[in-house]
């Protein structure tokens, strides 16, 4: 294998954000249309999709997402499943911890395990039952290639498959993760306690996220384990994040499965820097109190029950009392797609990987979007054709290099530099209303001007 470089500590797949939640709606008008149009590239994980759901007034929502490989597509399935299971079935407490559990976890429960492989076999049977018409509005893969439903087919079998001679025993997921940190460490791997340390207090806390606990922060960088919430035995494989990377050995390509995501920025950056609850982030002798475990724990909770209650019954011919009393006699063993929360005025739909660049070539997407997100990972994929496919009064927003805790500040620098700059080149301008931060920038198209192209 190549040897690992200082740089790789981010990973080479995005399994979680570098960022806040953000209810990408609050940042711009909405204007006069019935339904609004967002537009994800490379979120990672459906942190804004359930924020901007939250903050959902008297509009329609359609969430148009794509990555950059399957997997990815496969994750977000998976954990908006889990965000989906009606509280009658799964308690709003324990679909917290399991979705947090999944999220963060290298390695998870055997509890956990038994929902995991019951939600991939349920994905599995709809994607490959599903080719022009879904059956739930937030999980449409219809526009997805054929290649890219076989695989995302693959993957969800596979997280249901045990043991066998055709299905070999799991990665060992301390292994996987025990060589990213000594691929990213070199020879700082024997002072990796102190290494810890320096990225915790220095870095993360110097960027304001001092609700990240030490002990906690260390038990993620050491084992991949970022919520632990329960009393049990975290030792079973994460299946979903495990996936194959392509390295040059002898000449020869050869892929190789394992844990290839970040290891240094932590999992809690998506729920658990930022709270509403000023309460939470109290500190005494200087120390808060909360961590951001439980940080994350209230804002994913929150958003949970916010989804109940933006819960559509479909069954408008029965009356209540009998609808209630059907859905009660559903258990997690036999919940299917059809049977997850329906919401209110809610879409979702799956675009073919790195679609970006296509959308303006198709009518449907002309002046389409009304919000744009693209994040660290996919700014590459920002080119000049961009603002045909964004609806007058567009926002387009740039997920930041902020966290990426291996630059330096000349590096993040430089990079906040090139997004404004690919947007300048896309038809857009910086919003200069106190909206972009060092986090987010926020940029809006260009008045009276003409677009570069």
């Known amino acids: 294998m190549s040897s690992g470089r200082k740089s790789e500590g981010a990973g080479c797949i995005t399994w979680w ?35 901007t759901i939250a903050g959902l007034q008297d509009k329609r929502l359609h969430v148009y997402v794509t990555e950059t490989c399957m997997e990815l597509v496969a994750r977000q399935m998976l954990l908006l499943y889990i965000a989906l299971i009606p509280q009658e079935i799964m308690g709003t407490t324990e679909k917290t911890e399991v979705f947090l559990e999944v999220f963060g976890n290298c390695e998870i429960r055997s509890q956990t395990e038994e929902i995991v492989r019951q939600a991939a076999s349920q994905l599995h049977l709809f994607v490959t039952e599903t080719i022009e018409t879904s059956t739930h509005d937030c999980f449409n893969t219809t526009q997805l290639k054929f290649k890219e439903r076989d695989e995302l087919a693959k993957i969800f079998k596979s997280w249901t498959s045990s043991s066998s001679s055709q299905h070999p025993a799991p990665v060992s997921m301390s292994k996987a993760w025990d060589y990213r940190v000594r691929q990213h460490l070199g020879s700082r791997y024997d002072s990796r306690e102190g290494c810890f340390d320096w990225d915790l207090h220095m870095k993360l806390h110097k960027k304001g996220c001092g609700v990240i606990n030490k002990r906690q922060y260390e038990r993620w960088r050491g084992q991949g384990l970022a919520f632990e ?198 038809g857009f301008e910086a919003r200069h209303d106190g909206s972009s931060n060092d986090v987010h920038a926020i940029f809006v198209e260009q008045k009276n001007q003409v677009k570069l192209l």
Not at 22 to 40: Q, R
């Open 229 to 426: 919430m329960r009393e049990g035995i975290y030792q079973i494989p994460n299946p979903t994040l495990l996936s194959s990377r392509v390295f040059s050995r002898a000449g020869d390509s050869v892929a190789y499965r394992g844990y290839w995501g970040d290891i240094v920025s932590s999992p809690y950056l998506s729920f658990g820097i930022e709270t509403d609850d000023m309460s939470m982030m109290k500190t005494q002798n200087g120390k808060h109190i909360k961590t951001a475990q439980d940080i994350s724990f209230a804002n994913v909770q929150g958003l949970f029950q916010t989804l109940s209650r933006r819960r559509r019954n479909l069954s408008t011919s029965k009356p209540e009392k009998e609808t209630e009393k059907s859905s009660m006699q559903i258990d997690l063993k036999s919940l299917m797609i059809k049977d997850l929360m329906h919401l209110n005025g809610v879409s979702l739909t799956f675009l073919p990987l790195e679609s970006v660049h296509k959308l303006p070539d198709k009518q449907k997407y002309s002046h389409f979007f009304n919000f744009i997100y693209f994040s660290v990972s996919c700014l590459h994929q920002l080119g000049p054709m961009l603002g045909q496919i964004a609806a007058p009064d567009a926002v387009l927003v740039m997920e930041l290099a902020k966290y990426i805790l291996d630059l330096n500040k000349e590096q993040e620098a430089g990079f906040a530099k090139k997004a404004a700059s690919l947007a300048l080149q896309a």
């Open 17 to 51: 954000g570098f960022s806040p939640a953000l209810d990408l709606l609050s940042l711009g008008p909405v204007g006069s249309e019935d339904e609004i149009k967002v537009l994800l590239v490379g979120s990672g994980d459906p942190r804004h999709i359930l924020k």
